[in-house]
């Protein structure tokens, strides 16, 4: 899910091939293929997945009958608390924006309509200033959070809600793509994106992954160190159910859609 550079995708692929090495050595014999383009969230209908990551919000709305919770990683970085995460709300330094209510009829960029970090948590946010159901003028959905920045940066957009992990990775990687940029705050926290696995993964493998992630070995842990992961925790579906609230809460304030 954070792919956004060749050197994050190859420090994932590192830690997740330290993570098989552990497996290996406590029996595990099975083939394994590396998915490097999958097609999400579909792709988490297959039951043999082994290991993958996915966003809260569309395991709660349509995945949590085809994947079994793993653990969540815990990150380092501006808006992680433990293994909540919250979203930047971005702006341009110039424009005039100082708080949320100044961005009232301005042009808002969004990565999915699935995505908790760039619509739902948004959505929540704006829902309180929202009058017969609007608040920006437009609504521009990008397919990624880094072409949203770019909007934003271009002036194409005025405002959007960033995964304060991605924001992270981001500034690590293309420090110019965030120039001229400034976080106007913080969504509420909600839990991070879970690895998950397929329903054909045996319960033994099952609590095997999960062991070599609470309990990493040497080689996983200094990958883990190399991606801003501090650590994994086990959460379950009553921890991730925050994120629907937040969808509850914004229903309630008559604000159902991001608009």
């Not at 608040?135 to 990008?142: A, P």
Request: proline share 6%.
């Amino acid at each position: 899910m954070y792919n956004v550079s060749e050197r994050i995708r190859a420090g994932y692929e590192a830690w997740f091939k330290a993570l098989l090495a552990e497996l290996r050595a406590g029996g595990f014999t099975d083939p394994v293929e590396l998915v490097r383009e999958p097609t999400l969230p579909d792709y988490f209908q297959r039951a043999d997945v082994l290991l993958g990551q996915t966003c809260g919000y569309p395991y709660l709305t349509g995945l949590r009958n085809h994947v079994r919770l793993v653990a969540t990683p815990a990150y380092d970085f501006p808006g992680c608390i433990g293994t909540d995460y919250a979203s930047a709300i971005v702006v341009r330094a110039d424009s005039g924006i100082a708080t949320l209510e100044d961005a009232r009829g301005r042009i808002a960029a969004a990565n999915d309509i699935d995505s908790n970090s760039g619509m739902n948590a948004l959505r929540h946010a704006v829902a309180p200033l929202a009058r017969a159901g609007r608040f920006f003028s437009h609504v521009c959905w990008t397919g990624s959070h880094r072409a949203s920045l770019g909007l934003v940066r271009t002036g194409e957009a005025d405002l959007a809600a960033i995964d304060c992990v991605t924001l992270g990775y981001l500034k690590q990687a293309y420090p110019d793509e965030v120039d001229g940029l400034t976080v106007l705050g913080y969504t509420a926290p909600s839990p991070g994106l879970p690895l998950v696995a397929g329903l054909s993964v045996p319960p033994a493998l099952h609590r095997q992954l999960q062991t070599a992630l609470l309990a990493p070995g040497v080689a996983v842990q200094a990958h883990m160190g190399a991606l801003s992961i501090r650590h994994f925790d086990l959460l379950d579906d009553v921890s991730y159910a925050r994120i629907l609230s937040l969808e509850t809460q914004a229903l309630a304030a008559g604000y159902p859609h991001l608009a």
